[in-house]
Nanobody, 123 residues
Framework: QVPLVESGGGLVQPGGSLRLSCGHSARTFSTYSMAWFRQAPGKEREFVARIWGGGDTDYADFVKGRFTISRDDAKKTAFLQMNNLEPEDTAVYYC?????????????????YGQGTQVTVSS
């Protein structure tokens, strides 16, 4: 088991920004892929972004140009910088992790999830 601890959610107005953080506990954090998923009320959990151990990234089309995923291996932490937020971005955001760099955006491909943090975009 690899506990993940998220923080940084909250209420923001449309056009605003938030930065989510995800703390990881594995001794070999750099060998894990990190990802963010989100789940809106009544909808299935969906892929948002991922970052490999080497730093390469992938994004869902609906966040390209607005969200940036990054990681600090020394601090064993992943981040999701969210800019120009829209009401449609309102959801619970989950940090996810899996060992290795095999490409996947599937929910089931990631065995480790955090508890989730609420992001609400509203005026």
């Amino acid at each position: 088991q690899v506990p993940l601890v998220e923080s940084g959610g909250g209420l923001v107005q449309p056009g605003g920004s938030l930065r989510l953080s995800c703390g990881h506990s594995a001794r070999t954090f750099s060998t894990y892929s990190m990802a963010w998923f989100r789940q809106a009320p009544g909808k299935e959990r969906e892929f948002v972004a991922r970052i490999w151990g080497g730093g390469d990234t992938d994004y869902a089309d609906f966040v390209k140009g607005r969200f940036t995923i990054s990681r600090d291996d020394a601090k064993k932490t992943a981040f999701l910088q969210m800019n120009n937020l829209e009401p449609e971005d309102t959801a619970v955001y989950y940090c996810a992790s899996k060992y290795g760099n095999t490409y996947s955006t599937a929910v089931m491909a990631y065995p480790y999830y955090g508890q989730g943090t609420q992001v609400t975009v509203s005026s």
